[in-house]
C-alpha cells in the first residue's frame, strides 16, 4: 500500500514540476532541434541572431512583389536603338567614292553617273582595328574607331580627307564582329560566341545559336551576367513570359546551369531528407507533402519555421533597422502556425528558396510524453533492483 501511495505521489507531482520548469527540464531531454517557445524568445532578445517574422497576407504580398522585381525584365531592359562600338579586334570594309573630277583616287574603278560624268571608287584591303584603337586610311593617316559607330567613323575619315578628294564620299562596314558578341556557355549543344547584329538579338536566339540546352527545359536554369549584375530565373518561365526573353547586349554571359534546388527539412515531420526541388519552384504546403507531412503524435502544427538568408531588398520596410551578416543578408526565420485554417492558403503561396532549412517543433505534450518515459523507465529499473535485493 505504502509503495502504491509513493508511486502515485510521484505521478503527480512530477508532471506539475515539468509543467512549471519545462523550459529547463527540456534543456536535457532528447531532442532533434530547438523548441518553438526557444526559438521566440531567442528573437525577443536585445541583439538576436534571428529575426522572427510571422507569415501573413502582408510579408506574402512582399516576398511575391520581390520575385517579380527578380526577373530579366526588370533588371535588365531593352535598348532597341542601341548602336553596337567599333573595338579592338575588329575587322573594318572601307569603300570610297571621289565624285569627278576625281583629284586623289583617279585610279579606282570608274562609276558611270549618267552622261559623261563618272565617279571613282576603290576599296581598301580589309583592317584589323588595332590594340590602340586605330586604323590607317591612305592620305588620311590614322584614324581612332574604338568607341566609335560605323558611321561616326566615316564621318572622321571624309573629314581628313577633305580638300584632298573630291568630294569624298566613305562607307565603313562591320567585315568581322569580334567585340560586340554574347559568350554561350553551360548545359548547352555547343559552347560559343555569338557577334550581336542592329537586328536585336535577345536570350533565347543566343540558346538557339548555341544548339539548345541538352535537358528538358523545366530542369534548367539559366543565368544572365551583365556589368557586374548577375540574375538568374527558370528557363521555363523565359520561355513562358515574353517580357523575360530580353535583348543581349555586347559582353552579356549567358550561363545555362542545370543544378537542382535544394533544401533541408528537419525536425518533427515523417521524413527528414534533403530535398531536390524545379528551377521552377516549389511551395511550401508542396515541401511538406514531399516529407509525408507532420507528425501528429509529436509536430507542434503552430511551430512551423523556415530559416533563410534572405536579402533585405526582399522583405523592403520589414527589414528596417535590422542588422545584416558580413555578407549583406538577413537571418530570417519564417514562423507559421498550422493550427489555422487560413494558413493552409498561405503554405500553398510561400515559396521557397535554394538552401532554406525547413523545421517543425515537437509540441510541449510530446516532450512531456518523452520525460514521462523516462521516468517510468527509472522507477520500474529502481522497483526491480529493490525486488532482487528482497
Known amino acids: ?162 580638300g584632298k578628294a573630291h568630294d569624298p564620299q566613305v562607307l565603313v562596314r562591320m567585315a568581322n564582329n569580334a567585340t560586340s558578341t554574347v559568350t554561350i556557355v553551360g548545359d548547352v549543344g555547343k559552347s560559343l560566341r555569338m557577334p550581336l547584329t542592329a537586328r536585336g538579338e535577345r536570350l533565347l536566339d543566343a540558346l538557339a545559336a548555341a544548339g539548345g540546352v541538352r535537358q528538358s527545359v523545366d530542369k534548367e536554369t539559366i543565368q544572365l551576367s551583365r556589368e557586374g549584375h548577375v540574375l538568374s530565373m527558370p528557363l521555363e518561365r523565359v520561355i513562358q513570359e515574353p517580357t523575360q526573353n530580353v535583348q543581349l547586349m555586347p559582353g552579356d554571359v549567358v550561363t545555362v546551369l542545370n543544378r537542382p534546388l535544394k533544401l533541408t527539412v528537419l525536425g518533427a515531420t515523417t521524413e527528414n531528407k534533403e530535398l531536390d526541388f524545379e528551377s521552377q519552384g516549389i511551395s511550401l504546403a508542396q515541401t511538406l507533402a514531399r516529407v509525408g507531412g507532420l507528425q501528429d503524435t509529436r509536430a507542434d502544427a503552430g511551430g512551423v519555421f523556415v530559416f533563410r538568408f534572405e536579402s533585405p531588398e526582399s522583405l523592403g520596410s520589414l527589414s528596417d533597422n535590422l542588422p545584416l551578416t558580413s555578407d549583406g543578408k538577413l537571418p530570417v526565420v519564417f514562423e507559421l502556425n498550422l493550427r489555422q485554417p487560413a494558413s493552409m492558403l498561405l503554405a500553398q503561396n510561400f515559396m521557397m528558396h535554394d538552401k532554406d532549412v525547413v523545421y517543425v517543433a515537437n509540441s510541449p505534450g510530446a516532450e512531456l510524453q518523452k520525460f514521462l518515459n523516462i521516468l517510468t523507465s527509472s522507477i520500474y529499473s529502481i522497483t526491480s533492483l529493490k525486488t532482487i535485493g528482497q
Open 1 to 162: 500500500m505504502y509503495r502504491s501511495k509513493v508511486r502515485l505521489g510521484i505521478f503527480t507531482f512530477v508532471p506539475l514540476l515539468f509543467l512549471q520548469g519545462c523550459a529547463s527540464t527540456a534543456q536535457w531531454l532528447p531532442s532533434s532541434g530547438p523548441s518553438a517557445s526557444v526559438i521566440k524568445e531567442d528573437a525577443q532578445k536585445p541583439n538576436p541572431d534571428i529575426h522572427l517574422i510571422n507569415i501573413d497576407d502582408v510579408v506574402l504580398h512582399q516576398l511575391q512583389e520581390a520575385r517579380k522585381h527578380a526577373s530579366f525584365s526588370t533588371q535588365f531592359k531593352d535598348d532597341l536603338g542601341a548602336s553596337y562600338l567599333v573595338g579592338a579586334g575588329d575587322v573594318l570594309a572601307i569603300s570610297l567614292w571621289e565624285a569627278p573630277p576625281a583629284t586623289l583616287f583617279s585610279s579606282g574603278a570608274a562609276i558611270a553617273l549618267g552622261g559623261n560624268a563618272t565617279t571613282q571608287m576603290i576599296s581598301f584591303p580589309e583592317q584589323m582595328v588595332s590594340a590602340k584603337g586605330d586604323i590607317e586610311i591612305p592620305f588620311a593617316g590614322s584614324i581612332h574607331a574604338t568607341g566609335l559607330t560605323p558611321t561616326q567613323i566615316q564621318t572622321a575619315i571624309e573629314k581628313r580627307l577633305a
